[in-house]
């Protein structure tokens, strides 16, 4: 065994106890608020019928997982957020390049730019509803605005943290532009990017959601609204817990795709 490898073996052992240290902890606070909350409903504290206790939460969750609701309403959920953040990704992957290369573009878009993206997408829903109607391409059209945004701002970014040594080499060797953008540009950008997808995957996944809810169309937030016009509250909370559910999911998943990139771009690249 190596001196390197001695000293880098503890470090990462350290690591991982810190990382399981802290996943004990937020596990044990969880437990510590659904207890509380069992106990104050039991006790009458919290009224019963708009807080049912977790335990009843959980056995009603349990009960639709072998239903025949919770699966398509979920999968209708997944599919609607999927096919919005990959859209937004895309869009807001290309548009950035674009704009990080072509400073005086972005400079006369600026103004537009900045005036749309405080704009909140439910804000948006009259509006979308009028024109596109009330089936998935509002939901999916609502959350692409609102991640894009996300993507967009950060793309820039990442183009125009090219190393200059780096961009003057390219030059001197005479790339053309598709060798300076798959070679030093998108490889500057992966850093920022994977971070702007990991944000824009919560984005997504609330958007699609509340869209449910509001315009009342098939998923996770069209069962809560159900549930609700029905006096269901327990089932209410159960569709809720599977929407916090899913978002930890997904947020994890994504996760892992930021530590990758981040590693493949090695201790010098990352940013």
Do not use: C
Not at 192 to 198: K, N, Q
Not at 230 to 248: E, H, K, N, Q, T
Request: aromatic residues 6%; hydrophobic residues 55%; positive net charge.
């Amino acid at each position: 065994m190596t001196a390197v490898t001695a000293i880098s073996l503890p470090k990462q052992r350290a690591t991982v106890s810190l990382a399981l240290g802290r996943r004990v902890q937020a596990t044990a606070f969880l437990a510590g608020l659904i207890a509380v909350q069992e106990i104050l409903t039991r006790t009458d504290i919290l009224p019963a019928g708009y807080f049912p206790p977790a335990s009843e939460i959980a056995a009603t969750l349990a009960a639709e997982l072998g239903g025949p609701t919770l699966g398509p309403a979920l999968s209708s959920t997944v599919v609607t957020w999927l096919s919005a953040l990959s859209t937004a990704v895309v869009l807001g992957t290309v548009a950035g390049i674009v704009l990080g290369l072509f400073v005086p573009v972005e400079a006369l878009l600026r103004p537009v730019i900045e005036f749309l993206r405080p704009v909140p997408s439910v804000a948006l829903i009259p509006l979308v509803v009028l024109t596109i109607g009330t089936g998935t391409q509002s939901a999916l059209f609502l959350a692409v605005f609102a991640a894009f945004w996300q993507v967009l701002v950060p793309a820039i970014a990442g183009v125009r943290a090219a190393h200059p040594v780096a961009l003057e080499t390219a030059r001197s060797y005479h790339l053309t532009l598709w060798q300076r953008i798959r070679w030093i540009q998108v490889p500057s950008m992966l850093p920022y990017l994977a971070t702007a997808i990991r944000l824009a995957t919560s984005t997504t996944l609330i958007l699609v959601v509340t869209a449910e809810i509001i315009i009342q169309m098939p998923g996770i937030g069209y069962e809560i609204t159900m549930s609700r016009s029905a006096g269901d509250p327990a089932r209410m909370y159960a569709y809720i817990a599977l929407s916090g559910l899913a978002g930890i999911v997904l947020n994890t998943l994504m996760r892992r795709v930021e530590t990758r990139l981040l590693s493949a771009q090695g201790p010098g690249e990352i940013r």
